[in-house]
């Protein structure tokens, strides 16, 4: 075994020690708009698919019987919607580890390892990391003389 170990993330899969793109502290800050942008048009999607569920959940029963949905469009449209927006986000490299709370994180190369700086929807700025096995509740403030 080679001691490096791999994490699944959504259909992609994530090597921890070595990521497919490394992050600057400027590069991450720097992706703050468009990251805002594709996260809110996924929580937009998100509560799309939560308004018409019960609607979608009838037609599917009765799908057997030629039944459909009026929103079917909608919730089609909301699915595809988040699955272009996410999938946005993957190519830019950046880890989409919560949608709900918009919570990204950056492969960052710091004193020889990899690391994630650590942000979410509606931070200014990326201003925490934590180590890549560990999460948001471990979180540290990033010091001037870390990045």
């Known amino acids: 075994m080679s001691g490096r170990s791999t994490v699944r993330i959504g259909m992609a ?6 990521p497919d793109r490394l992050f600057s502290l400027s590069e991450a800050n720097h992706l703050i708009p468009s990251l805002e942008e ?7 999607g998100k509560s799309v698919l939560v308004h018409t569920k019960d609607e979608i959940k009838k037609a599917s029963q009765n799908a057997q019987f030629g039944g459909g949905s009026f929103v079917a469009p909608h919730y089609i449209s909301a699915l595809e919607q988040i699955n272009d927006n996410l999938q946005k986000i993957q190519e830019l ?8 709370m918009g919570l990204c994180d950056f492969p960052y190369l710091h004193e020889g390892r ?9 931070e200014s700025k990326v201003g925490w990391w934590h ?7 471990s979180r540290q403030p990033i010091s001037g003389d870390q990045c």
């Open 13 to 18: 899969e994530q090597d921890d020690e070595y």
């Open 38 to 44: 594709h996260l809110s048009a996924v929580k937009k």
């Open 93 to 100: 490299g950046v880890l989409v580890k919560d949608v709900e």
């Open 114 to 122: 990899v690391v994630y700086l650590c942000w979410k929807l509606g």
């Open 131 to 137: 180590e890549v096995h560990s999460g948001y509740a």
